[in-house]
């Protein structure tokens, strides 16, 4: 039998409105959010290191206050994501110490190396491009604190796709060298990129009930579909290939044809086994322990203000 909180929840979710977070909610629509939300949020935080590494090594002042804003803007989505979070009842301590625990998902993305400046545009193009892809129908997610985050994190994505996608074609116009450089990196980026997506949908135990809980408004392979549709006439504006021999529009079904994606690379990642992932995580852990004397400074702060109102 449906009580009347649930019958609420349910009508609120056909009629596509918000749930908010002093509404009644079931337990496994909240522990979705709380999974997503939270790897999401570490996403941002773990994905700052990558392209951290270039910021002293920048090639001109100009790219090097880019790429700062750039990084600190993933920082704020990685903060406005943790709120959300909390707006369910997950804590931050709780989320910190998964993430550094090596207990906390996040990203496949981010566990692979960026040896060369032109992978800093390949991140901006592809990386910032797919997570736009995916982002952008999560601003309609039903859950109210997540959809509002995700509209202010999408106008900063779509900057720092545009600033990705400029890297490249200045190399491309650039030099033999520096087209190779930042061919290398398509070819590096692309594939794992196609995998930020998510497993394929017959494989994605999660799909379904997000779905029907309106949190996700389309399925893994339709917005990878989407992003390659969207890469095509990009890569012949840049003038760079896209790694992969099979890829072509298939007029009949409306759908791009492709070769087949590493899944067993994906699944490696996953583990913990990527090229990337003991050195993300130690760096997260050792980042923690040097931050501790601000949240010690700033719980003192507290306390003591809140004496000071006190008396
Ligand atoms: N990297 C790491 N884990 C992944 C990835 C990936 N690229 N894709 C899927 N997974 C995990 C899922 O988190 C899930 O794990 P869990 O059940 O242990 O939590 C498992 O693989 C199965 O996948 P799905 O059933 O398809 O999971 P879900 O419905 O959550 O879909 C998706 C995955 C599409 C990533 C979804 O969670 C999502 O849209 N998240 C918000 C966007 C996001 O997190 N982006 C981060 C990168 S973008 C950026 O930060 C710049």
Redesign the pocket.
Known sequence: ETTPDEAQFDDLIARDERIEPRDWMPDAYRR?LV???S??AH??II?MQPEANWITRAPSLKRKAILMAKVQD?AG?GLYLYSAAQTLGATRDDMTEALIAGRA??????NYPTPTWADMGAIGWL??G??IC??VP?CRASYGPYARAMVRICKE?SF?QRQGFEILLELMRGTPAQQRMAQDAVDRWYWPAL?????P?D?????AQ?MAWN??RFS?DE?RQRFVGMLVPQAEALGVTLPDPELRYDEANGCYAMSPIDWTE?HE??AGRGPMNAERLRRRREAHENGAWVREAATAYAAKQATATRE
């Open positions: 979705t999974r997503q939300i790897q999401h996403s941002e994905g993933e989505h998902r996040y990203s496949s993305i981010f990386v910032d797919a997570a995916n982002q999560l994505e720092h995998q930020m997506f998510g497993p949908d494989e994605s135990p999660n799909s997000s949190i996700k893994n917005l994906f990642v996953l």
